[in-house]
């Protein structure tokens, strides 16, 4: 029965792939043949994936999968796939619920029951001169890559009726380091401002530590409950990633078309290429550097990045990807403290992107930038985007208040509009890696990553399904 069915999933498989051979090259040939017999085709492999994968309880594999389905509900059925955003839109509400008081749990029982005040500045410090490092490594490789594909340069002015987004007022060094503390919780709570719900925490674990161990039990005991459910709630809502993930890829294509990437396919290409270009070139030096394995590290990683790539937001990956990297060996402390701080200063993706995105607007505007106008631009993202909040589209609103600061047309923006959604998933998914990456680094720089010997082996991360 075991080797029948082995060789059922290996044919479903081999069904899958031949599928996905042929309408690569109907793709590529061009040939002239009936949309029906190239969506059957199409529709044939994705079943066959789903008869494959069906039997196992991988998350990951089950993301992967309703990706390639919601695509092709937006391709083949576009009236039906603009309507199912609505699973991604519940699924992030939902993550947003689950943050401020997994956030409380983890860091009050993270700071309160092992650690003291001077581990907790040691942490804050260690992890803010890696973030400044790593970002600042991305803001340049944006820039290199724009230079070189030239993606903006001849672009013909595009009509784009998507509204763009308010440009913020421009803040000053004061206005930012003003925004990090909170002057009401539950304010900070119900507008997201997770930096504001881990100053809050930070502190209120602080105070915790300096009363009576008795007076302090009761908090420690609620907090550590707190935490366990919120995993546990986590655990139950990453039934719905799937559908979520499905909903947005199908609603992206409904509305996007896949033509439309013809115009700006250049411009999407170097975004790629150069956040593949960061992740080989500086990502994968520094986990070799602190001696991080990678294959365990990249199986722990894989649900979040995943999630984060499907949703485009950052938060929707921040409970599981906390899970995922305690269970890879981080302390509690750690990942709860440095997790959440890099949803705004470690956003490597975004960082990247913003300096690409600069330079493309004004290839495409037609004015020439030197390298000392370059480079002045490379300082001031270097402040405002650390203000970028991890969700969708929060990188634009950056974008459009460079633009306006210094004198380019808002018409290119209107522009990447038009792709904005798949570079979104791209730096979105490129931002949790780096954060699941920056946890593991200091916590093998705070002595907290704690591997078991079997570590160098693939561990797949399961949830209960």
Not at 84 to 97: Q, R
Not at 184 to 204: A, D, H, M, P, T
Not at 293 to 308: D, G, M
Not at 394 to 401: N, R
Request: with cysteine; charged share 15%.
């Amino acid at each position: 029965m075991i080797t029948s069915l082995s060789k059922f999933n290996k044919l479903s498989l081999w069904i899958a792939g031949v599928s996905a051979l042929c309408s690569c090259i109907l793709l590529f040939l061009k040939l002239d043949i009936p949309d029906y017999i190239s969506g059957t085709l199409r529709w044939l492999g994705i079943a066959a994936l789903i008869v494959h994968v069906l039997p196992k309880k991988s998350l990951t594999l089950w993301i992967f999968v309703s990706m390639l389905i919601g695509a092709e509900i937006g391709y083949d059925f576009p009236t039906i796939g603009s309507e199912l955003n609505i699973f991604s839109k519940i699924f992030i509400k939902l993550i947003k619920c689950i943050i401020a008081p997994l956030l409380f749990g983890t860091l009050i029982v993270g700071i309160a029951g092992h650690s003291n005040t001077k581990q907790v500045g040691r942490l804050g410090l260690k992890s803010l001169i890696y973030f400044e490092v790593v970002t600042t490594l991305a803001l340049i490789i944006g820039l290199i890559a724009i230079n070189i594909s030239k993606a903006g340069v001849g672009i013909q002015a595009l009509n784009n009726s998507e509204k763009l987004p308010e440009v913020a007022k421009a803040q000053g060094w004061k206005d930012i380091v003003m925004h990090i503390f909170p002057e009401n919780f539950i304010k900070s709570i119900s507008e997201g401002q997770v930096l504001q719900i881990v100053v809050f925490c930070v502190l209120f674990a602080v105070a915790l530590m300096k009363i009576k161990q008795e007076k302090r039990k009761p908090m420690l005991d609620f907090a550590e409950s707190l935490s366990a459910v919120m995993f546990k709630f986590t655990d139950l809502i990453m039934y719905l990633a799937p559908f979520a993930v499905a909903g947005a890829i199908s609603y992206t294509i409904a509305h996007m078309g896949i033509d439309v990437l013809k115009n700006l396919l250049l411009l999407l290409a170097t975004l790629y290429c150069a956040l593949i270009v960061f992740v080989l070139a500086v990502l994968l030096p520094i986990a070799l550097f602190f001696k991080i394995p990678i294959k365990r590290f990249l199986s722990h990683a894989a649900q979040p990045v995943t999630i984060a790539f499907g949703t485009a937001s950052s938060e929707a990956a921040l409970p599981v990807a906390m899970e995922n990297m305690e269970k890879f060996g981080v302390s509690r402390e750690v990942v709860a403290f440095v997790l959440p701080t890099g949803l705004s200063f470690n956003l490597d993706g975004s960082t990247l992107y913003l300096s690409l995105a600069t330079i493309f607007v004004a290839q495409a505007a037609g004015i020439e930038l030197s390298i000392g106008q370059q480079v002045i631009m490379l300082l001031t993202l270097m402040l405002t985007s650390k203000g970028v909040a991890g969700v969708a589209r929060a990188s634009l609103v950056i974008l459009a208040g460079m633009a306006a600061s210094f004198g380019l047309p808002d018409w290119p923006i209107a522009a990447i509009l038009g792709i904005d959604a798949l570079m979104d998933m791209a730096r979105t998914a490129v931002n949790t890696l780096g954060n699941c990456l920056a946890t593991a680094i200091v916590g093998k720089w705070e002595n907290e990553l704690h591997i078991p010997k079997s570590g160098d082996r693939w561990q797949e991360i399961e949830h209960p399904l």
